[in-house]
């Protein structure tokens, strides 16, 4: 077995994988009314710029990726129609701005991953495995929670919300009580409101905690159930048993979905200034020009 120093000095670079619909809507709900001279709002596409910006010239990654949502029903929404039902359309204002943030990140010469049927947590995953197989260190961007689960010894996650917070391993058991892997069987007792995984009725987050904490998996849960000592949770896992594996099913996040990765056209490459400064002036953002 290799040791510590061995998996380390193996490692050729770091990939820095951006959660993009994290950025945005932070961006849109952070800076409001900006709009240029011709009323298009542009709120979201500076406030996404700016992030960027940031991340290439502080964190300096040797490679890097943008991940979006693809606006077609996914796979989660066709197995329980009820995925993510709360969640509010995606605003006007956001929706006009969505083509302007795309062609930022092309200008930054950033590859662009989205897939029909998938969310972009599972493109994420997927290309967060693929590269760790190719003895890259990964950053994940995000400040989604269920994010969390990815992390293990060659990927980490950044939320930089505020002062930044590098997530590995030991950070991940001190915020949500779990080790990463056993975030969707923690989210598949206690739910989760904000993509509407039902969970286990009846079963809170400290209830969940006791429980994983104590048998790990939802399988093994419900494979020892009678060694519950809560009745109330041990009656509701076994009424409730089919309902707990979906929503286990929902929450884990994809690391195999079918698409080519080529890590080569990921690595950081000269900004195309000239379209840059061309989409900057329409967008009226003046005082970026000078940043590229």
């Known amino acids: 077995m290799?040791?510590?120093?061995?998996?380390?000095?193996?490692?050729?670079?770091?990939?820095?994988?951006?959660?993009?619909?994290?950025?945005?809507?932070?961006?849109f709900y952070a800076i409001r009314d900006l709009k240029n001279s011709k009323g298009?709002?542009?709120?979201?596409?500076?406030?996404?710029?700016?992030?960027?910006?940031?991340?290439?010239?502080e964190e300096k990654p040797d490679y890097i990726a943008c991940a979006f949502d693809h606006p077609k029903t996914t796979w989660r929404a066709e197995e329980f129609t009820d995925y993510k039902i709360h969640r509010k359309p995606m605003p006007d204002d956001l929706k006009s701005q969505m083509p302007y943030i795309k062609e930022v990140v092309?200008?930054?010469?950033?590859?662009?991953?989205?897939?029909?049927?998938?969310?972009?947590?599972?493109?994420?995953?997927?290309?967060?495995?693929?590269?760790?197989?190719?003895?890259?260190?990964?950053?994940?961007?995000?400040?989604?929670?269920?994010?969390?689960?990815?992390?293990?010894?060659?990927?980490?996650?950044?939320?930089?919300?505020?002062?930044?917070?590098?997530?590995?391993?030991?950070?991940?058991i001190e915020k949500m009580g779990v080790?990463?892997?056993n975030i969707p069987d923690f989210l598949a007792l206690c739910g989760d409101s904000s993509d509407n995984i039902p969970g286990v009725d009846g079963i809170g987050q400290k209830g969940a905690l006791s429980l994983i904490n104590r048998f790990n998996t939802i399988e093994n849960l419900i494979e020892n159930v009678n060694e519950i000592k809560n009745e109330k949770h041990r009656r509701s896992i076994i009424k409730n048993k089919d309902?707990?594996?979906?929503?286990?099913?929902?929450?884990?996040?994809?690391?195999?979905?079918?698409?080519?990765?080529?890590?080569?056209?990921?690595?950081?490459?000269?900004?195309?200034?000239?379209?840059?400064?061309?989409?900057?002036?329409?967008?009226?953002?003046?005082?970026?020009?000078?940043?590229?």
Not at 7 to 21: A, C, M, N, Q, V
Not at 40 to 55: D, E, H, P, R, S
Not at 107 to 124: H, K, Q, R, T, V
Request: aromatic fraction near 10%; hydrophobic fraction near 40%.
């Open 40 to 57: 298009q709002m542009t709120n979201a596409v500076y406030g996404f710029t700016n992030m960027l910006l940031k991340i290439l010239k």
């Open 106 to 172: 092309n200008g930054f010469n950033i590859p662009i991953f989205e897939m029909p049927g998938f969310e972009a947590d599972d493109l994420i995953g997927t290309i967060a495995k693929h590269v760790t197989n190719e003895s890259l260190e990964v950053t994940i961007v995000s400040s989604d929670k269920d994010i969390l689960q990815l992390v293990n010894g060659k990927i980490k996650v950044l939320n930089d919300r505020g002062e930044k917070i590098y997530y590995d391993r030991n950070a991940v």
């Open 243 to 292: 309902t707990a594996i979906l929503s286990k099913r929902l929450a884990v996040i994809k690391t195999d979905v079918p698409f080519d990765i080529d890590i080569h056209n990921c690595r950081i490459k000269e900004f195309n200034r000239e379209k840059l400064e061309q989409l900057f002036k329409e967008l009226e953002f003046n005082n970026l020009i000078n940043k590229i």
């Open 2 to 27: 290799k040791d510590t120093i061995d998996l380390f000095s193996e490692i050729k670079g770091r990939f820095y994988l951006i959660d993009s619909h994290s950025y945005i809507y932070r961006a």
């Open 179 to 181: 080790p990463p892997e």
